[in-house]
């Protein structure tokens, strides 16, 4: 069980296109999801909180309107990374929080921007 | 802000323990966590302890908290060559993001 999901796991764009990242929650409801961003050979760092119904909560330093999410349902959040540049080339990966104290992570999107 | 920290590299032999010690700031941390992420993959929850707790064991993993301390560690046992990856120590006070520290990369001769 607590399964999450990540489509696309890999996509190359060209800069200023727009590329959407899917995260879903396979077999429980997510009250709660989170999109993580990982640099090569670095940690995770916390760009945005998303709860099902309402507006994520961005990071300090975190462009809202160049990272959109949407947490549409209780099992899917989306991450649109607009007018990308190489500079958002990076790997992407979110979690889902079924409650308190659990956190669940997707497989990652490797995101390569030309 | 809060801060997990971690060493970088660890390198064992097979068969031998390994030891990943993780210190932490934030002493409202409620939820101490040990993931482990394979090249190009996503994060798998390896286990997970209380503030509570001072010790748990599941199979080939032993996790130790020294609340004063505010360490921790990760111990696996007969570490085999399936064990090599970056093992990331993060820390939660509940429903809230977790912060990672920046991971120990576990390599494991064989």
């Known amino acids: 069980g607590a399964v999450v999901s990540q489509h696309p796991s890999w996509v190359i764009c060209k800069s200023g296109t727009s590329v959407k990242i899917e995260c879903r929650s396979l077999?429980?409801?997510?009250?709660?999801m989170f999109w993580y961003r990982q640099f090569p050979k670095q940690s995770l760092m916390l760009m945005a909180t998303?709860?099902?119904?309402?507006?994520?909560?961005?990071e300090q330093g975190v462009e809202k309107d160049k990272f959109l999410i949407n947490h549409a349902s209780l099992t899917l959040s989306t991450l649109t990374v607009t007018s990308a540049h190489p500079e958002d080339s990076s790997f992407y990966i979110c979690s889902a929080s079924p409650g308190v104290n659990e956190q669940f992570f997707g497989p990652g999107t490797r995101l390569t921007v030309l | 802000g809060e801060d997990v920290e971690q060493s970088l590299f660890l390198s064992v032999r097979e068969g031998d323990s390994s030891v990943i010690n993780c210190t932490y700031t934030d002493s409202s941390s409620t939820y101490l966590y040990w993931y482990k992420q394979e090249p190009g993959a996503g994060l798998q929850l390896l286990t997970y302890i209380f503030s509570n707790m001072d010790m748990k064991q599941d199979q080939r993993l032993t996790v130790l908290l020294n609340k004063k301390d505010k360490h921790l560690s990760l111990r696996i046992a007969d570490t085999q060559t399936g064990d090599s990856a970056i093992y990331f120590c993060?820390?939660?006070?509940?429903?809230?993001?977790?912060?990672f520290g920046k991971g120990t990369r576990l390599s494991v001769i064989a």
């Open positions: 998303s709860n099902e119904g309402s507006k994520a909560t961005y």
């Open positions: 993060a820390e939660s006070g509940g429903n809230t993001p977790l912060v």
């Open positions: 077999d429980f409801q997510a009250t709660t």
